[in-house]
């Protein structure tokens, strides 16, 4: 090209073109900034101040404009690459302005990940590449394989004889000093191969795991549920193959945790390629829990039979099986809860050994013609023990109390390593067990009277002011072959020891005829025999036999008008089964639960009934003086516990703090409660024991037929609850103890008060001087304040004009044997304080919570026990 035809050099400015647009000024909507007006080209990009990039725009030439055209379009183009440093790019490079044709900025270095992606705009700049994708997958494989691979290398074998060197579980006094140790090495023994015979082996396999010979080991599914479940907070699971539970039985530690479950299964993959099946099956064996404190099937054939593993009989091994199903509902001993009773674990027990069997038919491990060669159920040598005294029904409180805070079952608790600190004061719990003992002696000859058998004692004893369980007496004691624990029994009525808690619900709700005010102790009632009870309308009540119920007293005296007060110190029914429709027997259920007796201790026969007031729900002797314990701390409860610390390798477990205080009822109605009931022990049935030297509270109790009674009392340091009842071992009922000790009939105020006396005479010389009650201020209002009639004789009954019989007592009243009640775990109770449940209790605890009835306040028809509880002795 000629030199003259050669463009001149156009001005960094952009050119002619852009000289003009800057001469226009705003002529054309945008403004350039001229040359060097900031002092440096760069300038017009961002690099001044803030004022600079509001006036200045940068300029470029005609392409550039295009451009900016096209980005300000609805079709445009992306728009120019963000210059590094957060500044904005310059068309024409990245030393300023030009005409588009300028060298562009030197691309990015590629990044090892590219994400978010780059030269991607919008949702496609976060959605990955399938390299990226593909990568990420590699990469998390290869590092599961190598997880697994070093997780297997790490692992070893267990060995059955290292379980052997199991911890023991340590139990202290509330002193700290060692009260017992129990599980772990206790009694365990471990046998070959060759000395199990085939007959367990077979009904095992059969029962948890069929294709055990055929498997790898291990369950995938069962531990994708297992885990799952724990990562969702739910119950734990355990392993599901006979393999995984081998394993599981060689951990000390029982926690159940992802990293364990992890461990558990490259254990089991191990165990799995380097051990026969027979080994395995062994192994385990001889490590799983059987009940009794048996570990290993040599110390279970020993502990239930008598023998050697070698001498099992098929219809022995084929429970025994069954029992490794859970020893504490499958052992026909009984276990923790109201759902583990000697009953129903027998019943449960029977129907999975019938199971077996047939299972063992039904996957070819057992003939038919072997099979009905079996026999009937095995029967048991007698339970022993090394706890001899109350040890055993303490062990057994603070078992449940612990299993239920830590989310334990009984079964892992068993293994052993923990050190439990009890509330438990050792002279104290003597002291109780001697005041039996003495009563025991003096009263009952078992060897001259037969009436003299199978009669009980339960006794518990309650700090008011902090729920906790101080002493407790549960019976002879297991070393005596007494299992049950009449501290914390179900099926024994209290009687006339409700009768404060229907005068609290009065004093705190009120009744109809107050339109809710509270009513003073001080109104009356008709106290008279055979009173006819009337609904809220004022209509009578009919018994089951469609005529107008009358309630029964225990004598015939006519009492007339007489006040609350009054006829709580005598112990009279007729009054308080009328307050009790007054008030609403939801009313005074609600108050029983704010008290910490919870429905499931409610009799249900009797939950709408007259008989409800009069005392024919049962409650343990525990949850007596701990509601008791409430008019005692002038209407504070606390709920009952029995453990203050558990140590688990060194670490204190989470969850044994003090319960916290709630308000039962207020102060004025205990503190005026409490002054009814110091009337008692003055000047009503409970006399005997007024004579003890400090202030005292409390209430007797007598059930219908004899076949219960109670002396629940308090001072403000201590709430103590004596119980006495007799039973049929055979035919697991309560039996009337008229006749018992040589007299026609025991009293609340009689024996159990006696057992008070004693012990609470020796209890409180370590609280130095008694605190007194707090004086009880007027409350509520008195109604049907008459002068009382001339008491007359009663009439004389006729064939035309006698009153409603009595009915016959519910069979739920006096049925059940006493048995443990149920523990509050993690699988099965739940809290208390007004709430409709047994809560924890410090390992006493409630059967399962039903739905409740509605209680109406008409009571329903009178049904139940005829009320004879109580009485002038009651």
Same mark, same amino acid.
């Given at each position: 090209?000629?030199?003259? /035809?050669?463009?001149?050099?156009?001005?960094?400015g952009?050119?002619?073109?852009?000289?003009?647009?800057?001469?226009?000024?705003? =002529?054309?909507?945008?403004?350039a900034?001229?040359?060097?007006?900031?002092?440096?080209?760069?300038?017009s990009?961002?690099s001044?101040?803030?004022?600079?990039?509001?006036?200045? %725009?940068?300029?470029?030439? /005609?392409?550039?404009?295009?451009?900016?055209?096209?980005r300000?379009g &609805?079709n445009?183009?992306?728009?120019?690459e963000?210059? %590094? &440093?957060?500044?904005?790019?310059?068309?024409?490079?990245?030393?300023g302005?030009?005409?588009?044709?300028?060298?562009?900025?030197?691309?990015?270095?590629?990044?090892?990940?590219?994400?978010?992606?780059?030269?991607k705009?919008?949702?496609?700049?976060w959605?990955?590449?399938?390299?990226?994708?593909?990568g990420?997958?590699?990469?998390?494989?290869?590092?599961l394989?190598?997880?697994?691979?070093?997780?297997?290398?790490?692992?070893g *074998?267990?060995k059955?004889?290292d379980?052997?060197?199991?911890?023991?579980?340590v139990?202290?006094?509330?002193?700290?000093?060692?009260?017992?140790?129990?599980?772990?090495?206790?009694?365990?023994?471990?046998?070959?191969?060759?000395?199990?015979p085939?007959? *367990?082996?077979?009904?095992?396999?059969?029962?948890?795991?069929?294709?055990?010979?055929? !498997?790898?080991? *291990?369950?995938p599914?069962g531990?994708? /549920?297992?885990?799952?479940?724990?990562?969702?907070?739910?119950?734990?699971?355990g392993?599901?193959?006979?393999?995984?539970?081998?394993?599981?039985?060689?951990y000390?530690?029982?926690?159940?945790?992802?990293?364990?479950k992890?461990?558990?299964?490259?254990?089991?993959?191990?165990?799995?390629?380097?051990?026969?099946?027979?080994?395995?099956?062994?192994?385990?064996?001889?490590?799983?829990?059987?009940?009794?404190?048996?570990? &290993?099937?040599?110390?279970?054939?020993q502990?239930?039979?008598g023998?050697?593993?070698?001498?099992?009989?098929?219809?022995?091994?084929?429970?025994?099986?069954?029992?490794?199903?859970?020893?504490?509902?499958?052992?026909?001993?009984?276990?923790?809860?109201?759902?583990?009773?000697p009953?129903?674990?027998?019943?449960?027990?029977?129907? %999975?050994?019938?199971?077996?069997?047939? /299972?063992?038919?039904?996957?070819?491990?057992?003939?038919?013609?072997?099979?009905?060669?079996?026999?009937?159920?095995?029967?048991?040598?007698?339970?022993?023990?090394?706890?001899?005294?109350?040890?055993?029904?303490?062990i057994?409180?603070?078992?449940?109390y612990?299993?239920?805070?830590?989310?334990?079952s009984?079964?892992?608790?068993?293994?052993?390593?923990?050190?439990?600190?009890?509330?438990?004061?050792?002279?104290?719990?003597?002291?109780?067990?001697e005041?039996?003992?003495?009563?025991?002696?003096?009263?009952?000859?078992?060897?001259? %009277?037969?009436?003299?058998?199978?009669?009980?004692? &339960?006794?518990?004893?309650v700090?008011?002011?902090?729920g906790?369980?101080?002493?407790?007496?549960?019976?002879?004691g297991? !070393?005596?072959?007494?299992y049950?624990?009449?501290?914390?029994?179900?099926?024994? @009525?209290?009687?006339?020891?409700?009768?404060?808690i229907?005068?609290a619900?009065?004093?705190?709700?009120?009744t109809?005829?107050t339109?809710?005010?509270?009513?003073?102790?001080?109104?009356?009632?008709?106290?008279?025999?055979?009173?006819?009870?009337?609904?809220?309308?004022?209509?009578?009540?009919?018994?089951?036999?469609?005529?107008?119920?009358?309630?029964?007293?225990?004598?015939?005296t006519?009492?007339?008008?007489?006040?609350?007060?009054?006829?709580m110190?005598?112990?009279?029914? =007729?009054?308080?089964?009328?307050?009790?429709?007054?008030?609403?027997?939801?009313?005074?259920?609600?108050?029983?639960?704010?008290?910490?007796?919870?429905?499931?201790?409610?009799?249900?026969?009797?939950?709408?009934?007259v008989?409800?007031?009069?005392g024919?729900?049962?409650?343990?002797?525990?949850?007596?003086a701990?509601?008791?314990?409430?008019?005692?701390?002038?209407?504070?409860?606390?709920? @009952?516990?029995?453990?203050?610390?558990?140590?688990?390798?060194?670490?204190p477990?989470?969850?044994?703090?003090?319960?916290?205080?709630?308000?039962?009822?207020?102060?004025?109605?205990?503190?005026?409660?409490?002054?009814?009931?110091?009337n008692v022990?003055?000047?009503?049935?409970?006399?005997?024991?007024?004579?003890?030297?400090?202030?005292?509270a409390?209430?007797?109790?007598t059930?219908?037929?004899?076949?219960?009674?109670?002396?629940?009392?308090?001072?403000?340091?201590? =709430?103590?609850?004596?119980?006495?009842?007799?039973?049929? @071992?055979?035919?697991?009922?309560?039996?009337?103890?008229?006749?018992?000790?040589?007299? @026609?009939?025991i009293?609340?105020?009689?024996?159990?008060?006696?057992?008070?006396?004693?012990?609470?005479?020796?209890?409180?010389?370590?609280?130095?001087?008694?605190?007194?009650?707090?004086?009880?201020?007027?409350?509520?209002? *008195?109604?049907n304040?008459?002068?009382?009639?001339?008491?007359?004789?009663?009439?004389?009954?006729?064939?035309?004009?006698?009153p409603?019989?009595?009915?016959?007592?519910?069979?739920?009243?006096?049925?059940?044997?006493?048995?443990?009640?149920?523990?509050?775990?993690?699988?099965?109770?739940?809290?208390?304080?007004?709430? !409709?449940?047994?809560?924890?209790?410090?390992g006493?605890?409630?059967?399962?919570?039903?739905?409740?009835?509605?209680?109406d306040?008409?009571?329903?028809?009178a049904?139940?026990?005829?009320?004879?509880?109580?009485?002038? =002795?009651?």
């Amino acid at each position: 090209m000629s030199e003259h /035809r050669r463009k001149p050099p156009q001005p960094q400015g952009g050119g002619r073109a852009a000289a003009r647009r800057g001469q226009a000024g705003l =002529s054309s909507g945008r403004r350039a900034a001229p040359r060097g007006a900031t002092g440096s080209p760069s300038d017009s990009y961002g690099s001044g101040s803030a004022g600079s990039v509001s006036e200045e %725009r940068p300029y470029g030439g /005609r392409a550039e404009a295009r451009r900016a055209a096209q980005r300000s379009g &609805g079709n445009r183009r992306r728009a120019a690459e963000p210059a %590094r &440093g957060g500044r904005r790019a310059a068309p024409g490079g990245p030393h300023g302005p030009g005409r588009g044709r300028g060298r562009g900025a030197p691309p990015d270095r590629k990044r090892f990940i590219d994400y978010p992606r780059a030269g991607k705009y919008g949702l496609a700049r976060w959605v990955p590449s399938w390299r990226l994708v593909t990568g990420v997958f590699l990469a998390f494989m290869g590092g599961l394989v190598a997880a697994a691979g070093i997780g297997y290398a790490m692992v070893g *074998i267990p060995k059955a004889q290292d379980t052997a060197k199991a911890q023991n579980n340590v139990f202290y006094w509330s002193n700290g000093k060692q009260m017992a140790a129990t599980g772990g090495q206790t009694n365990r023994q471990l046998v070959s191969d060759a000395e199990i015979p085939r007959e *367990i082996k077979n009904a095992v396999v059969s029962a948890e795991n069929a294709s055990f010979y055929e !498997d790898n080991g *291990i369950d995938p599914a069962g531990i994708a /549920r297992a885990v799952l479940n724990m990562a969702r907070g739910g119950e734990t699971q355990g392993g599901s193959t006979i393999t995984q539970q081998f394993v599981k039985n060689t951990y000390l530690s029982q926690e159940q945790t992802l990293s364990r479950k992890f461990k558990e299964l490259f254990i089991s993959i191990k165990v799995g390629q380097q051990l026969s099946k027979d080994e395995i099956l062994a192994g385990y064996l001889n490590t799983a829990y059987y009940g009794r404190n048996a570990y &290993g099937i040599q110390a279970a054939a020993q502990a239930y039979f008598g023998v050697d593993a070698q001498k099992l009989t098929p219809s022995q091994c084929a429970f025994l099986a069954a029992v490794l199903k859970g020893p504490n509902f499958y052992n026909p001993d009984g276990g923790v809860g109201a759902g583990a009773t000697p009953e129903s674990n027998t019943k449960r027990a029977k129907e %999975r050994w019938s199971w077996i069997l047939g /299972r063992m038919v039904e996957v070819g491990r057992m003939t038919p013609e072997a099979r009905a060669k079996v026999g009937e159920f095995p029967t048991f040598k007698r339970q022993t023990s090394n706890l001899s005294g109350q040890s055993g029904y303490l062990i057994d409180i603070a078992k449940e109390y612990v299993a239920k805070k830590a989310g334990l079952s009984p079964e892992d608790l068993e293994k052993g390593g923990y050190r439990i600190y009890t509330t438990f004061d050792k002279e104290k719990v003597n002291q109780l067990a001697e005041a039996v003992e003495k009563t025991r002696k003096s009263f009952l000859d078992p060897k001259k %009277r037969e009436k003299d058998k199978h009669v009980q004692f &339960g006794g518990a004893s309650v700090d008011p002011k902090t729920g906790a369980i101080i002493a407790l007496y549960g019976g002879a004691g297991y !070393d005596k072959g007494h299992y049950s624990n009449n501290a914390n029994t179900l099926g024994v @009525p209290v009687g006339s020891t409700w009768k404060p808690i229907v005068l609290a619900s009065a004093m705190e709700y009120g009744t109809y005829q107050t339109e809710g005010k509270p009513l003073s102790p001080l109104a009356k009632y008709n106290g008279n025999d055979l009173l006819e009870i009337k609904n809220q309308d004022g209509d009578p009540i009919m018994g089951n036999d469609g005529k107008p119920f009358r309630q029964k007293n225990e004598g015939t005296t006519a009492w007339g008008e007489v006040t609350l007060r009054k006829a709580m110190e005598q112990s009279i029914n =007729s009054p308080f089964a009328q307050l009790g429709i007054d008030v609403g027997l939801s009313k005074t259920q609600e108050m029983a639960k704010k008290m910490g007796i919870s429905s499931s201790f409610f009799d249900k026969a009797n939950i709408k009934n007259v008989s409800f007031s009069l005392g024919t729900s049962t409650p343990s002797a525990i949850r007596m003086a701990d509601a008791y314990g409430s008019f005692a701390n002038s209407g504070l409860h606390y709920e @009952p516990y029995s453990v203050t610390k558990v140590i688990k390798d060194g670490e204190p477990l989470k969850g044994f703090e003090v319960p916290e205080k709630q308000e039962a009822m207020g102060a004025d109605v205990a503190n005026n409660v409490t002054d009814v009931l110091e009337n008692v022990v003055k000047n009503g049935t409970g006399k005997k024991v007024a004579d003890i030297g400090f202030p005292v509270a409390g209430k007797t109790g007598t059930t219908d037929e004899n076949k219960s009674a109670w002396f629940v009392g308090y001072t403000r340091e201590l =709430s103590t609850a004596v119980t006495l009842f007799r039973t049929d @071992p055979g035919k697991g009922k309560l039996l009337s103890m008229n006749g018992t000790g040589g007299v @026609p009939s025991i009293h609340g105020g009689d024996i159990p008060a006696q057992v008070w006396k004693d012990y609470m005479a020796e209890a409180m010389k370590s609280y130095g001087t008694p605190e007194p009650f707090p004086e009880a201020e007027p409350i509520g209002e *008195i109604i049907n304040d008459t002068p009382t009639p001339t008491a007359v004789p009663t009439p004389t009954e006729t064939a035309d004009e006698s009153p409603t019989p009595t009915p016959t007592p519910s069979e739920s009243l006096t049925s059940p044997t006493p048995t443990p009640t149920e523990t509050c775990f993690g699988f099965q109770c739940n809290d208390i304080g007004g709430s !409709d449940n047994g809560g924890t209790d410090g390992g006493v605890t409630s059967s399962p919570t039903p739905t409740e009835t509605e209680t109406d306040n008409g009571g329903g028809n009178a049904n139940g026990n005829g009320g004879i509880f109580g009485g002038p =002795s009651g």
